[in-house]
Structure formats: structure tokens, C-alpha cells
């Protein structure tokens, strides 16, 4: 069973920065896309960042390009997102998922595993 876990979350001011983390296992995590999402309140939930199995491709939400960095370490099983420059918009819910196909470029929004989630707050 494939299990995510994030964390790295927390309470910012803006244009401060955060690491998130997500440590992944139940399964061979080098051959499979990542990707982080989130959900504001009463927002649904939106795609940020995208990285390809063999880390070769990263897409990003035009919300958070130049500031927000999604990068993979596959000996260590975990993906990150570095958060630069926060903004109080950037405040929500952040969601690691894993997708369920392997040797794919990018991760969708529906074909896939989640983790619980990590708060990120960015007070203005």
C-alpha cells in the first residue's frame, strides 16, 4: 500500500519561505511521477507543481512560477516543494500525490495517491 507523508508546513509571513517534504513507501518510488496540490478554504483543490519519474521534467502552476521549486531525491523516496517569496494567497492546505502510472511525464489530478496534507499559513 502506498503510503505519503508531508510535512514541513507551517506559519509564515510573507515573502518568507518554506520546505515541504514528502516521504513516500509501499512501492518502487523512482519510476513514478510526483506532484504537490492544494485547497484553500472554500476554494477546491488546485494544481501547483509536477515532476516527472526520472526528476528530467517539472511543471508549475502560473500562480507560484519563479517562486515555488518541486525537486525529487530517489534514493531517499521523498519529494520536496521549496516555497519562496510567500503570499498570503499561497495559504491552504498542501497535498503530496503520487500517481498511479508509472514513466509518466507529468501527474494529473485524478490518477493518483494522496497524503494527508501539511497547513501553510502566510500571514500578511
Known amino acids: 500500500q502506498v503510503q505519503l507523508v508531508e510535512s514541513g508546513g507551517g506559519l509564515v509571513q510573507a515573502g518568507g519561505s518554506l520546505r515541504l517534504s514528502c516521504a513516500a513507501s509501499g512501492r518502487t518510488f523512482s519510476i513514478y511521477a510526483m506532484g504537490w496540490f492544494r485547497q484553500a478554504p472554500g476554494k477546491e483543490r488546485e494544481f501547483v507543481a509536477s515532476i516527472s519519474w526520472n526528476g528530467g521534467t517539472t511543471y508549475y502552476a502560473d500562480s507560484v512560477k519563479g517562486r515555488f521549486t518541486i525537486s525529487r531525491d530517489n534514493a531517499k523516496n521523498t519529494v520536496y516543494l521549496q516555497m519562496n517569496n510567500l503570499k498570503p494567497e499561497d495559504t491552504a492546505v498542501y497535498y503530496c500525490?503520487?500517481?498511479?502510472?508509472?514513466?509518466?511525464?507529468?501527474?494529473?489530478?485524478?490518477?493518483?495517491?494522496w497524503g494527508q496534507g501539511t497547513q501553510v499559513t502566510v500571514s500578511s
Open positions: 500525490a503520487a500517481d498511479r502510472s508509472s514513466l509518466r511525464q507529468r501527474i494529473d489530478s485524478t490518477n493518483n495517491y
